[in-house]
């Protein structure tokens, strides 16, 4: 082989080298969009934390909210239920929205997990809590062209309020697990839900909650067997995921009952009488409403909230209850990404 084709041949090989690095270098398609882990140009990253400080009738306090993924477009900020809960139980999320490319935010409420506690009841308000969001959506440059709203439970209550003052600044709008009444939430629980359950182990909770002794310790252990397994996360307690063990355990209990009361059976505290029923188609937005078959809420009903409002879905979870981002995960997420997705692409409607 002569001097000119051994040079030949290397630069054939050198081309095919370099071929070959950039078709592996190269990201896989997906629907990920570039700049999806792009960091925030600051001096000292915090995993993309940020504190938003928050005005209330009774002073300053903080909000603490972190982002996971950065889209454009869409950018899906959680409200966790309760209430007093706080977004942990949210973290199930991690393993489906990054891979689609959506942006999400954590978020805990005043008083709840990682933001301030004021202990002071006066501001366990539903208006209030509206205008708090609004403030953390302006913190975070949140709008029409990128901003979707998903309440959970007590966040769905949250989600609509605010919803009915602001949907101007909303692309989209997800109630997940949550009536547009409490009444007949009430009405749900006495009628169908203590129907279900052992008439004696029922007695025994009614005789318990007659008294006001809500610190019994046999009220716990009768409603978790007997309630919270069948219509709050369908999994034998040994077996609950960790991020609801870890929320559950730092609920703010004052939050709790001042807005839902002591009992599981219904709501008695400030949101007792709440109902937007007549309200609902006030909503242009695209909404999704999601109901689960063993909910603690009524699944018709939020299939009927979906009709109501001017542009509604509905995702069933036929394996789920409450928590149906956990005992209904593929019906749940699946939905939940193709409506968020389909609603980017301009629809307002979406088949589910």
């Known amino acids: 082989m002569s001097f000119y084709q051994s040079k030949q041949l290397l630069t054939i090989c050198i081309s095919l080298f370099f ?10 398609a997906s629907g990920v969009p570039a700049g999806y882990f792009k960091n925030d140009p600051v001096a ?11 005005e209330t009738p009774k002073g300053k306090f903080n909000i603490w909210t972190k982002r996971v993924g950065n889209n454009p477009t869409i950018k899906v900020l959680l409200l966790n239920g309760g209430p007093g809960a706080t977004h942990e139980y949210f973290e199930c999320m991690e393993n489906f929205l990054p891979a689609e490319g959506i942006e999400f935010i954590y978020y805990d409420q005043l008083g709840c997990g990682n933001s301030d506690n004021p202990k002071d009841t006066s501001l366990w308000d539903l208006p209030r809590f509206v205008e708090e969001v609004e403030q953390v959506r302006t913190a975070l440059q949140l709008d029409s062209s990128n901003f979707y709203l998903l309440g959970h439970s007590w966040g769905g209550i949250l989600a609509m309020q605010y919803a009915l003052k602001y949907q101007h600044h909303l692309k989209g709008l997800i109630i997940s697990n949550m009536m547009a009444s409490c009444p007949e939430y009430g009405q749900y629980a006495e009628n169908v839900l203590s129907k279900q359950m052992d008439p004696k182990v029922l007695d025994t909770i009614r005789q318990i909650e007659k008294k006001g002794d809500f610190n019994n310790p046999r009220y716990m252990q009768l409603l978790l067997p007997n309630f919270y397994t069948v219509h709050l996360c369908r999994f034998p307690l040994k077996d609950w995921p960790e991020p609801v063990n870890r929320s559950f355990a730092k609920i703010n209990n004052s939050l709790y009952v001042t807005m839902q009361g002591p009992s599981e059976f219904g709501i008695a505290g400030k949101l007792a009488n709440w109902d937007v029923k007549a309200l609902l188609p006030r909503l242009s937005i695209p909404t999704l409403t999601i109901g689960g078959k063993y909910d603690t ?3 018709e009903h939020m299939k009927w909230m979906a009709g109501a409002v001017q542009n509604g879905s509905y995702l069933y979870c036929p394996n789920g209850s409450h928590l149906s981002m956990y005992d209904d995960q593929s019906t749940y997420m699946t939905g939940l990404v193709k409506f ?3 609603v980017n692409a301009g629809e307002k409607k979406v088949k589910l």
């Open 44 to 54: 000292v990253q915090t995993g993309n934390i940020k504190v938003i400080p928050i």
């Open 19 to 28: 071929a070959f690095s950039c078709q592996q270098s190269a990201p896989p």
């Open 340 to 342: 968020i997705k389909a």
């Open 297 to 299: 809420m009524d699944p």
